[in-house]
């Protein structure tokens, strides 16, 4: 490739020389060495050319470029070495214009691979030594620099560390890694020097899958573009019949000459690949890595999706969807309770458990004793108290269960949830809810797909029937497959393609054999050596699901441009052709009418590097929808309160109610309703600025009055509170409109997310 890049750009160098020596020649007044040197600037192009088509020819390919060796071949024989000259200098020039365009659109895909980390710096003793990145083995020591990149996966070893994975991901703010948590090859350490423990080899790690699958999008060709070859082939002949057909209504060869040289098959030979492979360029700036152009353009023709569901619809593994307590308990202390003693266990719920009491900022404290009952639960002390963690089964007897028991088993029951019981001196203080649960970002990704145009989505999970059913439902998906084992997804896939073009999205081992099934099989996740990746023909990066979409929209946008560029460019050939068949053109315009479609063409395909336009106005910074989102993370604390403090009026006496009641007031005033003014008052100003539509802005605040009319019956509740008037009813008025306000609060704070994620400015990283 690169010896033919260097002949091409002397073969322009050689034309460029002829036509312009012909033309100082031909001012001077010799003809005869004008055309010696028209001549002389031709035949290296046409030698050139005759062996490219030979060549090919031999491999089995018939290319249309034989119609460009026709019309310079037939200049030089009917006395026209101008036009032959022009002509030569236009095909060399757009050869070389098509490789300029060619690298443009690859330009993003090749710096992932030139990036990649080719040294370590590994510690061994006291002594940091620089060897090759393939030297390093699993469980080596590594430095990471500050500015360095990341050579390969590992979890990080040192207390703290600021990674970009900018480059990996396209996420664009660079992330606080902890200790323990995994690190991706090819992220750029953006704060001070940290140490990494490998866990997997320079080969095996997350760059080098990445790195293979960019070397199969630029090698690989799209069925489309083959498309595109087979009708070219159309266009010779069809080219040669209009030439003669202008030598025998004029009975003048040189027409058929100007028919030849206004002849250009180079809107459907460039268009499509330039097209596609700038797609693939746009996407892997999203974080999206399509294996090759071919990928891009099914993904363009998908008609139905299917999803597993753990891991891809959902955030794949236990988090803490609530706290039930017993009367009189706190949640957080519940929870700290808990957690402390989960410290000494591997479980993966105890895991779960402990990360959540971190994300509320508890304090957890060191647990003696412990004794763990492998698949039931462990006893230890935790300040002298006797504290036990584990399954209802450990911790409640047979005999009458409390009311709080049962409806914490009952709402277990309800969210398809585990539930885990935390009890102090063997008396149960409290349950915690455990559950697989939706991604933040899976209900925008859902409509994002049904706005580029799928038609039809299913769920097919290896999950018993009752949760998948639940998500299902949740999302509107169009079908759910439950209890399904690999070689079930593979025959779901195989059942849906006999209808209509598939996708399949997945992100663990067992998707594979179903990825790799499907018309596109996209793996989720920044895993590119993992055997999903593998076998995907499209990779997230990025842990988000959303993305699916965008890739969609990216496919869809690169082979709308590759059409127009085809149709509009070969209307404008077939428009020359018949003007040099009439006589309006001469075959040195038809050279240059020509060239000016075949850059035009090129320029036109090259629109599907930049992202797709038709928003209008400008958008908010992603640390804008950041701190959004942060204000709302601390809402939901109080919300969880709320929730606490409408499961403690149930059977709380009037004195204690009374001061329940009033600090749900404290917390609507103070946090809830100052939240909604602010957002009615300076956030929804900037979003009307960003919105195309605004009728769903004037729904969201519609929601606020809502919520400000229940905090104002709560206030109305609250000062008619002396304790000789709390009675039952009361009690039950309170409880209602404080689960009014905490569960409207909730879905128009989920509301609000899925526009903020829509309005934020996308990063090109």
């Given at each position: 490739m690169p010896f033919e890049r260097t002949l091409r750009r002397m073969l322009v160098a050689i034309a460029v020389a002829g036509l312009t020596a012909g033309i100082a020649a031909s001012a001077a007044g010799r003809l005869d060495l004008a055309n010696l040197a028209w001549t002389l600037g031709t035949a290296p192009v046409i030698g050139g050319l005759a062996a490219s088509i030979v060549r090919d020819f031999l491999a089995g390919r018939l290319g249309v470029d034989a119609i460009a060796l026709l019309s310079m071949s037939a200049a030089l024989a009917l006395g026209q070495p101008l036009a032959g000259a022009v002509v030569a200098l236009m095909y060399a020039g757009g050869n070389v214009l098509e490789d300029i365009a060619i690298a443009r659109a690859e330009h993003d895909l090749r710096s992932l691979v030139d990036r990649a980390p080719r040294q370590a710096h590994r510690r061994t003793g006291d002594r940091i030594d620089q060897v090759p990145v393939e030297a390093v083995s699993v469980g080596d020591e590594l430095l990471?620099?500050?500015?360095?990149?990341?050579?390969?996966?590992?979890?990080v070893h040192s207390a703290l560390a600021t990674i970009d994975e900018s480059a990996v991901t396209g996420e664009p703010i660079p992330a606080a890694k902890a200790r323990g948590s995994a690190v991706l090859s090819g992220s750029l350490n953006a704060g001070e020097t940290f140490?990494?423990?490998?866990?997997?080899?320079?080969?095996?790690?997350?760059y080098a899958g990445i790195v293979r699958m960019v070397t199969a999008a630029q090698t690989s060709k799209a069925p489309f573009v083959r498309l595109a070859d087979r009708y070219a082939l159309i266009f010779l002949p069809v080219?040669?019949?209009?030439?003669?057909?202008?030598w025998l209504v004029s009975g003048d060869l040189t027409r058929s000459l100007a028919v030849l040289v206004a002849a250009?098959?180079?809107?459907?030979?460039?268009?499509?690949?330039?097209?596609?492979?700038?797609?693939?360029?746009?996407?892997?700036?999203?974080?999206?890595?399509?294996?090759?152009?071919?990928?891009l353009e099914a993904l363009a023709r998908a008609h139905t999706v299917l999803f597993d569901k753990t891991g891809t619809l959902t955030v794949g593994g236990a988090r803490l969807l609530s706290i039930e307590v017993a009367p009189g308990q706190c949640p957080e202390d519940v929870l700290t309770l808990g957690a402390s003693l989960e410290q000494a266990s591997h479980h993966v719920l105890a895991k779960a458990v402990v990360a959540a009491a971190i994300d509320r900022g508890l304090k957890l404290k060191a647990p003696e004793q412990v004794k763990e009952t492998m698949g039931a639960g462990l006893r230890g002390l935790i300040d002298g108290r006797q504290v036990t963690v584990g399954s209802r089964e450990m911790l409640l007897s047979d005999g009458e269960l409390s009311p709080w028991e049962l409806r914490a088993i009952r709402r277990a029951s309800w969210r398809s949830a585990l539930i885990v019981f935390v009890a102090v001196d063997g008396r149960p203080i409290?349950?915690?809810?455990?559950?697989?649960?939706?991604?933040s970002d899976t209900p925008r990704a859902i409509r994002l797909l049904r706005d580029a145009g799928i038609a039809r989505m299913v769920m097919v999970t290896g999950d018993r029937a009752a949760a998948a059913q639940a998500i299902g439902a949740a999302l509107d998906l169009d079908a759910v497959l439950a209890d399904r084992v690999p070689s079930d997804k593979v025959e779901a896939v195989r059942s849906e393609q006999r209808l209509h073009p598939t996708i399949m999205v997945g992100d663990g081992i067992n998707d594979a054999p179903a990825l790799a099934a499907a018309d596109v099989g996209v793996a989720l996740g920044a895993r590119g050596a993992s055997a999903s990746s593998e076998a995907a023909d499209v990779v997230i990066l990025a842990d988000r699901l959303d993305r699916v979409g965008e890739a969609i929209t990216i496919a869809q946008r690169a082979r709308r441009i590759a059409l127009q560029s085809i149709i509009v460019g070969m209307s404008l050939s077939l428009a020359a052709m018949v003007a040099a068949t009439v006589g309006w053109l001469a075959p040195v315009p038809a050279a240059i009418v020509q060239e000016v479609i075949d850059v035009a063409v090129i320029l036109n395909a090259l629109r599907a590097l930049t992202p797709a336009g038709g928003r209008g106005g400008r958008r908010i910074t992603v640390e804008q929808g950041l701190a959004l989102h942060h204000d709302h993370q601390a809402l939901f604390r109080h919300l969880d309160r709320l929730r606490t403090i409408v499961d403690a009026l149930d059977d709380a006496p009037p004195e204690n109610a009374a001061s329940l009641i009033e600090e749900a007031h404290r917390l609507v005033q103070g946090s809830v309703v100052v939240h909604e003014r602010d957002d009615e008052g300076s956030v929804y100003p900037q979003l009307a600025e960003v919105l195309r539509e605004r009728h769903g802005l004037s729904a969201m605040s519609r929601a606020h009055r809502e919520i400000l009319?229940?905090?104002?019956?709560?206030?109305?509740?609250?000062?008619?509170l002396p304790l000789e008037r709390?009675?039952?009813?009361?009690?039950?008025d309170a409880q209602r409109v404080v689960e009014a306000i905490e569960t409207l609060v909730r879905m128009h704070t989920a509301q609000e997310e899925d526009i903020y994620e829509g309005v934020t400015t996308q990063s090109a990283a």
């Open positions: 990471v620099r500050a500015g360095e990149i990341v050579p390969v996966d590992g979890v140490e990494l423990t490998v866990t997997a080899p320079a080969g095996e790690s997350t080219t040669l019949v209009i030439a003669f057909l202008a250009t098959p180079c809107p459907l030979i460039l268009a499509a690949p330039v097209a596609f492979i700038a797609g693939v360029a746009q996407a892997a700036r999203r974080g999206i890595l399509a294996k090759g152009g071919g990928a409290g349950a915690l809810l455990l559950a697989d649960e939706l991604r009319h229940l905090a104002r019956l709560l206030a109305r509740i609250a000062e008619d709390v009675d039952r009813y009361l009690i039950r």
